[in-house]
Each structure stands twice: as structure tokens, then as C-alpha cells.
Nanobody, 125 residues
Framework: QVQLVESGGGLVQAGGSLRLSCAAS????????MGWFRQSPGKERAFVAA????????YYADSVKGRFTISRDNAKNTVYLQMNSLKPEDSAIFYC??????????????????WGQGTQVTVSS
């Protein structure tokens, strides 16, 4: 069992930056692939970024490529999402998720086993 707790959300102006953190409980965290998703009102939860258990492989949605960076520190049981050049359309609740199968980078929300409660990101124009 893994528990995930996101933090770091908030209100920022367009063009600004935020760094989200996702702290995980359990020693098995380091064996899990991790992902970030986001959901805006009236929209489905959408993939943002994923990272392999080792941190050696990452994948991004086209909408955030070049602006967001996913990373992890297995010694701290934490995964991060550095978000730069934020746009109003990035406003959403951001969720981190863990995939215990570790069969590769997952892009679909249904492929993840564990979810955090989410953190709100609001980008003002």
C-alpha cells in the first residue's frame, strides 16, 4: 500500500513557475513508476508526465513538453513536477499517481494503482 500526498500548488501569474511535490509512504515507492495528471472543471483527468522507477526515462504530454520537468528522489520518497512558463490553461487540480506494475511509462489514468488527493494550481492572466 502506498499513500501519496501532493503539495506546492497555488496561485501564480502567467509566465511564472511552481514546483509540485508528491511525498509517498512505503519502501516500495522506489520500485514504482510515477505520473502526474491534471483535471479542470468539466474535463476528464489528463496525463501530464510520467517517470520510470529509476528516473532514467520520462515522458510528457505535448502541451507541457519543454515547460514542465518531472523528477524523483527515491531516497526521499518524493516525485516532483517543476512547472515553468505557466499559462492560464494550465489551471487545474494536479494529481500524482503510482503504478505498482512497473511495466513501463503509463499514460492512462486507469493504469495507475494509487492516487493522491490533488493540489490546486491556478494561473492568472
Amino acid at each position: 500500500q502506498v499513500q501519496l500526498v501532493e503539495s506546492g500548488g497555488g496561485l501564480v501569474q502567467a509566465g511564472g513557475s511552481l514546483r509540485l511535490s508528491c511525498a509517498a509512504s512505503g519502501r516500495t515507492f522506489r520500485t514504482y513508476s510515477m505520473g502526474w495528471f491534471r483535471q479542470s472543471p468539466g474535463k476528464e483527468r489528463a496525463f501530464v508526465a510520467a517517470i520510470a522507477w529509476s528516473g532514467g526515462a520520462t515522458y510528457y504530454a505535448d502541451s507541457v513538453k519543454g515547460r514542465f520537468t518531472i523528477s524523483r528522489d527515491n531516497a526521499k520518497n518524493t516525485v516532483y513536477l517543476q512547472m515553468n512558463s505557466l499559462k492560464p490553461e494550465d489551471s487545474a487540480i494536479f494529481y500524482c499517481a503510482a503504478d505498482s506494475t512497473n511495466w513501463g511509462l503509463r499514460l492512462q489514468s486507469v493504469e495507475y494503482d494509487y492516487w493522491g488527493q490533488g493540489t490546486q494550481v491556478t494561473v492568472s492572466s
